[in-house]
């Protein structure tokens, strides 16, 4: 048996999906266990620029499968668009997997998520899509789940008693018009039957997996400073993108996990609102922002930039149990003559080096920055860190030390060739 957990070790958009995706040309199975189609991942496939949101990247190898998981949270109608644009750009989707238990998002989700943030006083930053609204069914027990979706009569009984609670909320607390039963059913019936094909027991399927020595490759959602337990709450996602969301997510116990990556980016990116001690507002940020095409995949908003954060960091090495690190994007710095590292936060006078769960705490965390020379070199074709400048080698090795983690990969480019390898993790997983 050898499993790996692949999540984001910031604020998501470390640059997991290629991650996932290069380490997925030694997997049998790849399992998103988290999240929804509020987080996307760019992939280069056949010389061209693929973005997914719902479906993992293992899509695209058709000997793999390609599994989504119970802790997922599926709007169907963005899945088919989804599958449809795979398959016009020549990729099957045989090799796809959904469970049978993860939660559907519904319209009235996507119609509450809007109106819930206009009454917040603090705007999260929601992307609207339903993501949160769902998961609040889930907990709440009104759910409706993939396995209900594709039988009718389950479908039907279980959208009439979820409408009979989100239009009494709609009418009296919004002024909202009710939504019809009939507005949703059929439309959402024929969602289930175009993905019904797909839908198994999926904790099954992977623990078959495991069991037959299989290589198992978990991926979540967003970053771990995203987590809705662990991160800059109420600044997070609805799930728990950290690596213990893989067993939850996908239904595995704990044991059955081998090794974790964090995936970071050599400086600190994040979308929306919440705190970022970090953020830079100069030209260096809108250099950074500008070179890297820092914009989000689903939003396309500009994400807020900052120098390298490794008190976050190594928050995400302890919540997720870290055990290795890929550090992206390390060719933006290319040209700098310093580079900044935060290692520590200087809270009222005194220096500390944990994350504060407190928001007004850490409103007053200054960054306290380490300085490290830059290079000049292009360093777009190293392939070794031998091949890098001296400078460059420091920086890796400044960052790994102070996290405590090795280092793994380090990438030169957002292609997949771009990306080196110093060990394998695959022989690691199975010792």
Known sequence: MSSIVIVGSQWGDEGKGKITDFLSQNADMIVRYSGGDNAGHTIVYNGKKMHLQLVPSGIFYPDKLAVIGNGVVVNPKSLIHELHYLKKNHVKTDNLRISDRAQVIMPYHILFDGLQEQLKTNKIGTTKKGIGPAYMDKLERIGIRIADLIDKDTFATKLEQALAVKNKILMRVFKRKPIQFSDIYDEYYQYGQEIKKYVTDTSKLINDALDQKKHVLFEGAQGCMLDVDHGTYPYVTSSNPIAGGASTGAGV?????????????????RVGAGPFPTELHNEIAH????????????TGRPRRIGWLDTVALRHAVRVSGLTQLSLNCLDVFSGFKTIKVCTEYKLDGQNIDHYPANLAQLERCKPVYKELPGWDEDISNCKTLEDLPKNARNYLKFVADNVHVPLDTFAVGPEREKTNVLKDIWKLAEK
Do not use: D, L, M, Q
């Open 253 to 269: 116990g704990p044991t059955r996990i081998n090794e974790v990556v964090g995936v970071a980016k050599a400086y600190t990116s």
């Open 287 to 298: 250099h950074i922002r500008v070179t890297a095409h820092e914009f989000g995949v689903v």
